[in-house]
């Protein structure tokens, strides 16, 4: 391959990899917004969002027929499913700590993603399992780009979720109301905005695009594993840092440049694909010293 | 809501009997007697028991090194710290790097990976620690598992075999070979770490610790440099965990990247919020429960973690002050 072939090559991966980050991403970042919280438990919604999809297809696939629909449909189901999810785990867990000392309610989140992982890890017995979808995985050209059919529509279908989500954020009333209520959360109750429903709808959004990148990652790599939101957790962490937690385009920016730097990174000789994973966490290291508030974020004083 | 919770715990007959128990260890002379007990019924203890017992104790000073020195993270300053395990790697490995390739002393060894754990700290601690507090929890998580793959990926640390052939402890011409030399290594550990842990408690900078974490803008407006007393906390509490790993290597004699897991570092916060984050006797009770659970219940055998991690909820939900919890401080404030 030429260079220009292995450029082009790298920048359809990182985008592809780096959309899934910006969608796990997404959660981080509007649940830390509103409530300023670090949803330990998010990676872990990812991958039941995963597990959901890989049941749901078995399922669905053999009665629809067709294996994109039976995509879309265990997609949308799962969405939903995983989403009500969310906002059990916030009703449970996170809302009786919402007054108490920050360190309790990291306790609790952790325990969470404990609970949802050993879950899964007990029903599947820890194996890996194949993601198998029915779709046929041809490759075709763009110019000197090889393609399939499959990552093209995954990253087209990640650009619109996110599209869709900036447009439910900057359009809606609950929009309007989650981003009222991540600047002053006292006020917004006061002016009357419910904001126990509202948290709740952040949690229902953030869980239902997780389960969705959850798929999309299962599609694309044809295997799911219960610990598989592990990594993914810290690099979609990564990604909100870097555009800024709190901030939604920023997260999705975040994950883009993050899934670029990682596919151009680990063709640098020197670093090898193994070291794919401490390089972005070296990349986190970096932001959090040099550019703490990150590329989109606003320079204010930290209160805890 | 909290008033309510306030009396339910008055009439729960559990947490009366621990107040009770609590109360008795305040006053001086039942503490020090049943310390003088306790070290007694230890030191004898290896000289009338079983092997399996001797391996067993030696793993319950082992936890209580190690929570006692996450206990400073967490219970005294009040910070989250998930990759407690990587700093326990860091003192292991480098022990062991150190012995087994240079064939450097075991006790010189314990020095240098004091000072590995401080530089550690230092890199992951200083840039973290400016920013929230939160921020800490994630990125300690993220560099458990960075410890892990570079262990893996290197060729120094034996890659994803590990490095076997430690070299054991030399004490005045005496080979530390058998259980009952680590069973007392680790009595020993754990009788400073303890002392340090009162030591650090009382003192000044223990009192700053203990503000910040009840009112970080009062604690700062009073002078105290929040973000340099955290990461005191930050490194001590390595330091301590480094330590631990070094000895556990020579134990060991041989270690993997498989020794130093998420689950390790989880372990061990449990025994911390179990046992009542801050209060030092709550601690060491928190790890004889968390290491001696397993031992005495090993057929739960999967659903373990399960259970630990509901349990971890449920003290959240409902006792956050852990069993034996800190006099004032966290419990007053909940």
Redesign the interface.
């Known amino acids: 391959m030429t260079a220009w072939e292995v450029f082009l090559q790298q920048l359809f991966n990182g985008l592809l990899v780096g959309s899934f980050y910006g969608l796990v991403a997404i959660g981080y970042s509007m649940v830390y917004g509103i409530i300023k919280l670090l949803n330990f438990a998010h990676a872990d919604i990812y991958m039941s969002g995963a597990f959901c999809g890989l049941v749901l297809l078995g399922f669905l696939t053999p009665y629809i027929g067709n294996a994109w629909l039976g995509i879309v449909v265990s997609l949308l189901i799962s969405m939903v499913a995983v989403g009500l999810l969310g906002v059990l785990i916030q009703r449970v867990a996170y809302r009786p700590m919402l007054k108490a000392p920050r360190l309790s309610i990291l306790i609790t989140a952790l325990a969470v993603s404990m609970i949802l992982y050993n879950t899964v890890m007990i029903i599947t017995q820890g194996q890996y399992k194949p993601f198998t979808t029915g779709l046929v995985h041809e490759s075709f050209y763009i110019g000197a780009l090889r393609m399939t059919e499959t990552r093209l529509v995954l990253l087209i279908a990640a650009l619109a979720l996110m599209l869709m989500l900036h447009l439910f954020i900057t359009r809606t009333m609950y929009g309007k109301a989650m981003r009222a209520i991540s600047l002053d959360r006292d006020t917004c109750q006061l002016m009357g905005i419910n904001v126990y429903q509202i948290v709740a709808i952040t949690f229902f959004v953030g869980s239902a695009l997780a389960a969705a990148a959850g798929i999309m990652a299962g599609v694309y790599y044809g295997t799911v594993h219960f610990f598989m939101g592990f990594l993914i957790g810290l690099k979609a962490f990564t990604a909100a840092v870097i555009g800024g937690i709190g901030i939604i385009p920023g997260a999705m920016l975040g994950g883009l440049l993050l899934g670029l730097l990682e596919a151009f990174g680990t063709q640098i000789p020197f670093i090898g694909s193994q070291w794919r994973d401490v390089f972005s966490f070296v990349f986190l290291i970096l932001f959090l010293i040099f550019k703490p508030n990150g590329l989109l974020g606003r320079i204010e004083s930290e209160r805890m | 809501m909290a008033e309510t919770k306030q009396k339910a715990k008055t009439i729960n007959p559990f947490g009366l009997a621990i107040e009770k128990l609590y109360d008795f260890f305040d006053n001086k002379t039942p503490r020090y007697i049943f310390m003088i007990a306790m070290t007694a019924f230890l030191i004898y203890l290896p000289l009338s028991s079983s092997r399996f017992t001797q391996e067993i104790m030696t793993n319950v000073f082992f936890y209580i090194v190690v929570c006692l020195g996450l206990n400073i993270i967490?219970g005294f300053a009040?910070?989250?710290h998930?990759g407690y395990a990587a700093f326990f790697a860091v003192g292991a490995y480098t022990t062991g790097i150190l012995s087994s390739v240079y064939g450097v002393s075991f006790w010189l060894t314990l020095p240098v990976s004091i000072v590995a754990a401080v530089i550690a700290g230092l890199?992951?601690g200083a840039?973290?620690l400016?920013?929230?507090?939160?921020?800490l929890?994630?990125?300690t998580?993220?560099?458990g598992?960075?410890i892990r793959?570079?262990v893996r990926?290197l060729s120094i640390t034996g890659g994803a075999m590990g490095l076997i052939g430690i070299q054991r402890p030399v004490l005045f011409g005496m080979v530390l070979n058998q259980i009952v030399h680590f069973y007392y290594m680790f009595f020993i550990l754990a009788i400073i770490a303890i002392f340090i842990s009162y030591r650090l408690h009382d003192s000044r900078l223990g009192r700053a610790w203990q503000y910040i974490r009840e009112d970080?803008?009062a604690a700062s407006a009073m002078g105290i440099n929040v973000v340099s007393t955290r990461l005191y906390a930050f490194i001590i509490g390595s330091a301590f965990g480094a330590l631990a790993g070094s000895v556990y290597a020579a134990k060991m004699t041989a270690i993997s990247p498989e020794s130093f897991m998420?689950i390790h570092s989880?372990m061990i916060?449990l025994a911390v919020?179990l046992g009542g984050?801050g209060k030092i006797p709550g601690v060491i009770l928190g790890a004889v429960i968390v290491t001696l659970f397993p031992e005495l219940s090993r057929d739960i055998g999967?659903?373990r973690?399960?259970i630990?991690?509901?349990v971890?909820?449920l003290l959240?939900?409902y006792r956050?002050q852990g069993i034996w919890p800190e006099r004032q401080g966290?419990s007053s404030?909940?």
Do not use: C, H
């Open positions: 967490v009040g910070l989250l998930l890199a992951i840039p973290t400016r920013l929230r507090g939160d921020y929890a994630i990125v998580l993220g560099f598992e960075i793959l570079t990926n970080e803008d998420f989880v916060l919020v984050m999967q659903y973690l399960i630990f991690a509901v971890l909820l959240m939900l956050p966290i404030k909940l």
